[in-house]
């Protein structure tokens, strides 16, 4: 099955939502704070020099909306276009800002959706094969923290003012690592399996981890608003792009069977 309005749909849906917060949030949190502050003395003056900057921050939108159009009538080449254009933006965006800007995200979201689309079918084996991966190797390192080991447990839980969120107790460790290993399996069987029982626990895995993707809105996912943590590098940089992935793979792969 060929999940062609996916392909179409997602990206506009993204691009529109990109071009609302980009006007709105750029102009509450930079526009205005740079203009309150007063531009330097420019040849051109600044009273023009803030408009020129508004209506070409504002033209960024604008043509955000009019490729969401496009996008809902393109063709596979058009599509694909509009997807590299997407995931292109994606990497920029978390290059230049280390990850703590959550742009990058919803750019990845539409390019992946334009891409993959009318693909999932031939992707999801693929798809699983990442999830067993990671979630293998996730899980056995919360099998070794349970068991003692003390490397990269310090990066892995949140802190706040120095001290820890939480300590987890042995045996809740444990726990999650075999439901770590469990939805790695979980990933394997329904790739190869119709079973809608499985496509829907892997829809969701998919809904899990777009929640943490989110994050709690104080130490962890993309509008976290504690920083400058050991942990928050890590998730910018690790822990909440790879929830991101998982969470678009075990979509994928719950989503092939859908009619």
């Not at 990206?11 to 709105?24: C, N, R």
């Not at 334009?114 to 293998?136: M, R």
């Not at 809740?172 to 626990?201: E, K, Q």
């Amino acid at each position: 099955m060929e999940h062609t309005i996916l392909a179409r749909w997602l990206p506009a849906i993204v691009l529109v939502l990109l071009a609302g917060l980009h006007s709105l949030l750029g102009e509450r949190h930079i526009l205005g704070p740079l203009f309150a502050a007063g531009l330097p003395r420019l040849a051109v003056g600044r009273r023009f020099a803030e408009r020129v900057l508004r209506f070409a921050w504002h033209l960024t939108s604008v043509a955000w909306l009019a490729l969401a159009a496009i996008a809902t009538r393109a063709d596979g080449g058009q599509t694909a276009i509009i997807g590299w254009m997407l995931v292109a933006s994606a990497v920029t965006a978390f290059v230049f800002g280390r990850g703590a800007h959550f742009a990058w995200a919803l750019f990845a979201v539409g390019g992946l959706g334009a891409l993959a689309g009318p693909h999932l079918s031939q992707l999801a084996p693929w798809a699983a094969t990442f999830v067993a991966i990671v979630l293998g190797a996730v899980s056995l390192l919360h099998f070794a923290w349970a068991f003692g080991l003390r490397w990269g447990i310090d990066a892995a839980i949140p802190t706040e003012g120095g001290a820890r969120r939480f300590t987890p107790p042995a045996w809740l460790t444990a726990l999650v690592a075999i439901a770590i290993g469990a939805a790695a399996m979980l990933a394997v069987f329904a790739a190869r399996d119709d079973a809608r029982w499985a496509s829907a626990l892997c829809l969701l895995g998919a809904l899990v981890f777009a929640l943490r993707t989110i994050g709690d809105f104080r130490t962890a996912g993309l509008f976290k608003r504690v920083r400058a943590t050991t942990f928050s590098r890590w998730d910018d940089l690790l822990y909440t792009p790879l929830c991101l992935s998982l969470s678009l793979s075990f979509a994928a792969i719950g989503a092939r069977s859908l009619r």
